[in-house]
């Protein structure tokens, strides 16, 4: 995205953020609260139009629609948004509704992603008997079902202890190894040093500092402003 501002009434959100995620590559956004972050992944799934600058995805311009399908993008939700009553496998069928290829080419990708992020065993177990970390999961199946370019993972390892945000960090770096950029959100320090190729930082709408997890854990006033409170919690 280049130089992307966005303003809701006085407000500047976004302040001329530029921000590019290679293929394969896992970028982490991170930021106090209120800094920009999920209207970045926003403006990137059509939902708020940004005043100026604009969105590329795949090197062209990203279609003037939010269905996400059509403009290769997925997202996960920190409030996971599944369907309770429903079971693992028709949610992940959920964004394949509608779609021509539905029926046998949309089960057989159904039961694909539930194999690889290790859900197969509870496929037609209904979501609301799941424990959260594999209701995580998931929803981070129905995200990658629809074989996205790019995924907005937010706030992944949001409520997972130490071994399932370990595993979290392996399957991230798989999905990316395999050619989906990842961008996420996450406030969780040393998941974020673990899994990304790049940090870059939000303070107030502005990109303060952009670079590797070490250049940037060594910025002093990224570390003042944000990863020093994180580490002091
Ligand atoms: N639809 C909206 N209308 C008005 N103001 C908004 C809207 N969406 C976001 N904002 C404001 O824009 C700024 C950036 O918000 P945003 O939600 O992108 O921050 P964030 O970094 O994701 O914060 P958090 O970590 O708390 O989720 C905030 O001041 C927020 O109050």
Redesign the pocket.
Known sequence: MDALT?E??G?T??DDVGLTVGDGEVVA?I????????????VVCGL?RPRSGSVRIDGRPAPATSRLADRGVSRTL?GLGLFGGMTAAENVLVPLTGRPRRSADGERAVVAVLQRLDLLDLADTAVDALPYPERKRVALARALVTDPRLLLLDEPAGGLGADDIAALADVVRGIAAAGTSVLL?E?HVDFVMAVADRVVV?DF?RVVACGTPDEVRSDAAVEAAYLGLEAAR
């Open positions: 966005v809701f009434g407000l959100a976004l956004l930021g106090p609260n209120g800094a920009g972050k999920t209207t970045v992944f926003n708020v920190q959100v406030h939000l709408g």
